[in-house]
């Protein structure tokens, strides 16, 4: 399977590129091909450095290249970015993609982080980028609440639960698969694509939570 990974040279990108390169190859994808390049280098050096060999390759194209050859799509890209980046790439994709988003809409204010959903009353990060979906059902919602720094370090025991959302069956299935991948990570249904402003808005309790408490990276994890 292949995965690709928009704006996969930020934090989250990377951290699923060394996670995943495990057991499948992954194109690391950038508005700039040059930088797509670069960081799947660093990240394939980091994994040979962590694992001695793994399975797949990690390549950097730009992102276009990367939406149009993914079995797999991860939109790694901030909230603000949805319309520029969905616009362009979505209708693109093959048919059968299934397509992940773990966009949290956030802010920082004075007060703490926010939900940029309730305090803008915009639409979820979910119902945002089903408008440019050529199949809608193909998108599932999840990774909202994992740290980047847990994620890019699998040294790290994450032991957390990982809310998932979407509207068919088999693209929830071959998400929960890649979450369970991911050692000690378990996949959690909350229910449809329309619920995930549920999960979306765990993010910044979370990181409210991690502030004024001075915690390390929290995660959630029901029982
Ligand atoms: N960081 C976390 O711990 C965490 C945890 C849970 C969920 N999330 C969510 O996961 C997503 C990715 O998080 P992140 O921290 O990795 O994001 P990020 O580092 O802020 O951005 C990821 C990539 O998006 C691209 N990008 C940035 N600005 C852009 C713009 N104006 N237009 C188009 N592309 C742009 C950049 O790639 P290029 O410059 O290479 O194109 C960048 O490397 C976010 O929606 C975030 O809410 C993050």
């Given at each position: 399977?292949?995965?690709?990974?928009?704006?996969?040279?930020?934090?989250?990108?990377?951290?699923?590129?060394?996670?995943?390169?495990?057991?499948?190859?992954?194109?690391?994808g950038s508005r700039?091909?040059?930088?797509?390049?670069?960081?799947?280098?660093?990240?394939?050096?980091?994994?040979?450095?962590?694992?001695?060999?793994?399975?797949?390759?990690?390549?950097?194209?730009?992102?276009?290249?990367?939406?149009?050859?993914?079995?797999?799509?991860?939109?790694?890209?901030?909230?603000?970015?949805?319309?520029?980046?969905?616009?362009?790439?979505?209708?693109?994709?093959?048919?059968?993609?299934?397509?992940?988003?773990?966009?949290?809409?956030?802010?920082?204010?004075?007060?703490?982080?926010?939900?940029?959903?309730?305090?803008?009353?915009?639409?979820?990060?979910?119902?945002?980028?089903?408008?440019?979906?050529?199949?809608?059902?193909?998108?599932?919602?999840?990774?909202?609440?994992?740290?980047?720094?847990?994620?890019?370090?699998?040294?790290?025991?994450?032991?957390?639960?990982?809310?998932?959302?979407?509207?068919?069956?088999?693209?929830?299935?071959?998400v929960n698969e890649?979450?369970?991948?991911?050692?000690?990570?378990?996949?959690?249904?909350?229910?449809?694509?329309?619920?995930?402003?549920?999960?979306?808005?765990?993010?910044?309790?979370?990181?409210?939570?991690?502030?004024?408490?001075?915690?390390?990276?929290?995660?959630?994890?029901?029982?």
């Amino acid at each position: 399977m292949k995965i690709g990974i928009i704006g996969g040279t930020g934090g989250m990108g990377k951290g699923f590129a060394i996670r995943w390169c495990q057991n499948h190859d992954v194109m690391i994808g950038s508005r700039e091909a040059t930088k797509a390049d670069e960081a799947a280098k660093e990240y394939a050096s980091l994994a040979s450095k962590e694992y001695g060999s793994f399975k797949g390759k990690i390549i950097g194209k730009d992102n276009l290249a990367v939406a149009k050859e993914s079995d797999v799509l991860v939109l790694s890209i901030p909230y603000e970015n949805i319309d520029a980046i969905c616009s362009q790439l979505l209708p693109n994709t093959k048919d059968e993609c299934v397509v992940i988003s773990p966009i949290v809409p956030l802010t920082k204010t004075d007060a703490g982080f926010e939900f940029i959903s309730f305090k803008d009353k915009k639409p979820s990060a979910f119902e945002l980028v089903q408008k440019y979906m050529r199949n809608k059902s193909n998108l599932v919602s999840a990774f909202h609440t994992i740290s980047e720094k847990k994620l890019l370090d699998p040294k790290l025991v994450l032991d957390s639960d990982i809310f998932v959302c979407g509207d068919n069956d088999s693209s929830i299935n071959i998400v929960n698969e890649l979450i369970k991948e991911i050692k000690n990570l378990r996949p959690i249904l909350l229910g449809p694509g329309s619920l995930s402003y549920l999960a979306e808005t765990a993010t910044p309790i979370l990181l409210n939570a991690m502030i004024k408490n001075k915690m390390k990276n929290p995660g959630i994890k029901i029982i």
